[in-house]
């Protein structure tokens, strides 16, 4: 079983307003911004080979994909790193911004500059509005870097640009123990204010490849799985999914919520009668 400044002109002895000074950044305002791009269809993807739009508003990479401001088009131009630097700016971070370059490398040269900087083994917990970067190879590397948005016990929750040709969300169960996950830094000036815990629809990464994919139930009980096989032709989203059936006679039931309750990386479900009875169904997704 197995288991979202005005600057008046002086004229006529007119007096000169200065500019209103930003507002510190929040936590609460990096999410925002984050879950902003993230919904943005114009945007929130690449154009053929790493054109993007993020590449070219923060680095001017070279015009790309026939759109006005959108930079990059090749294998050197990957663009995680624009998108959370994008993100830190939009929301308001100033200080240190220009030590941030194309590479995600340096958000961790950042952190270390400015003293922001945890690595995931230490006693750090990250927090919303941190960006987390990752070696994939476990050489040392870092390949990519994305913006965390919550933490729940050891599950820790991102919006990413760059991954899989676009801006999503991913979730990492046991972060503390995943060697692909870096490190943090804490962008400077940021507030402690933290947004609330993001709510959790009947979604999960049932299928444990990265992507969320949906369980519903239907009227007669049966439990279905739509697995998350995103893809993007040319910029233009879509997704497609046949449903499998993975259950039947949940009927009986009045609430499922999903948890990795055993600890293994994999959500769960758990399963309420109207008598109060709560059970367990371990995902042993193959």
């Given at each position: 079983?197995?288991?979202?400044?005005?600057?008046?002109?002086?004229?006529?002895?007119?007096?000169?307003?200065?500019?209103?000074?930003?507002?510190?950044?929040?936590?609460?305002?990096?999410?925002?911004?984050?879950?902003?791009?993230?919904?943005?269809?114009?945007?929130?993807?690449?154009?053929?080979?790493?054109?993007?739009?993020?590449?070219?508003?923060?680095?001017?990479?070279?015009?790309?994909?026939?759109?006005?401001?959108?930079?990059?088009?090749?294998?050197?131009?990957?663009?995680?790193?624009?998108?959370?630097?994008?993100?830190?700016?939009?929301?308001?971070?100033?200080?240190?911004?220009?030590?941030?370059?194309?590479?995600?490398?340096?958000?961790?040269?950042?952190?270390?500059?400015?003293?922001?900087?945890?690595?995931?083994?230490?006693?750090?917990?990250?927090?919303?509005?941190?960006?987390?970067?990752?070696?994939?190879?476990?050489?040392?590397?870092?390949?990519?870097?994305?913006?965390?948005?919550?933490?729940?016990?050891?599950?820790?929750?991102?919006?990413?640009?760059?991954?899989?040709?676009?801006?999503?969300?991913?979730?990492?169960?046991?972060?503390?123990?995943?060697?692909?996950?870096?490190?943090?830094?804490?962008?400077?000036?940021?507030?402690?204010?933290?947004?609330?815990?993001?709510?959790?629809?009947?979604?999960?990464?049932?299928?444990?490849?990265?992507?969320?994919d949906l369980v519903g139930r239907t009227t007669d009980g049966t439990l279905m799985l739509y697995s998350n096989n995103f893809v993007r032709d040319d910029g233009d989203p879509y997704s497609t999914s046949a449903s499998r059936e993975i259950g039947s006679g949940w009927g009986n039931f009045n609430t499922v919520v999903h948890a990795d309750v055993t600890g293994d990386g994999f959500a769960d479900l758990v399963a309420r009668k109207p008598d109060g009875t709560l059970?367990?169904?371990?995902?042993?997704?193959?």
């Amino acid at each position: 079983m197995l288991v979202i400044a005005i600057a008046v002109g002086v004229a006529g002895g007119s007096a000169l307003v200065a500019p209103a000074a930003h507002a510190a950044p929040t936590r609460a305002g990096i999410v925002s911004i984050a879950t902003r791009e993230l919904n943005n269809s114009s945007r929130n993807h690449e154009i053929g080979n790493n054109c993007s739009y993020y590449g070219g508003v923060m680095f001017g990479w070279p015009s790309c994909g026939g759109r006005a401001g959108w930079g990059g088009g090749g294998d050197w131009y990957a663009w995680c790193a624009g998108f959370a630097k994008y993100v830190w700016r939009e929301a308001g971070v100033t200080s240190g911004m220009s030590q941030i370059d194309g590479y995600a490398r340096s958000f961790k040269t950042y952190g270390q500059n400015q003293g922001t900087w945890h690595s995931r083994g230490s006693s750090y917990v990250p927090k919303p509005g941190d960006a987390v970067t990752f070696d994939w190879g476990n050489n040392g590397d870092i390949d990519h870097v994305g913006i965390v948005t919550s933490l729940s016990g050891t599950t820790l929750r991102t919006i990413e640009g760059n991954t899989s040709d676009r801006v999503a969300r991913h979730t990492y169960y046991n972060y503390k123990n995943n060697s692909q996950i870096e490190g943090f830094t804490t962008a400077v000036g940021v507030t402690q204010e933290t947004p609330p815990v993001e709510p959790e629809p009947w979604v999960a990464d049932v299928t444990g490849d990265g992507f969320h994919d949906l369980v519903g139930r239907t009227t007669d009980g049966t439990l279905m799985l739509y697995s998350n096989n995103f893809v993007r032709d040319d910029g233009d989203p879509y997704s497609t999914s046949a449903s499998r059936e993975i259950g039947s006679g949940w009927g009986n039931f009045n609430t499922v919520v999903h948890a990795d309750v055993t600890g293994d990386g994999f959500a769960d479900l758990v399963a309420r009668k109207p008598d109060g009875t709560l059970w367990l169904y371990s995902n042993n997704f193959v």
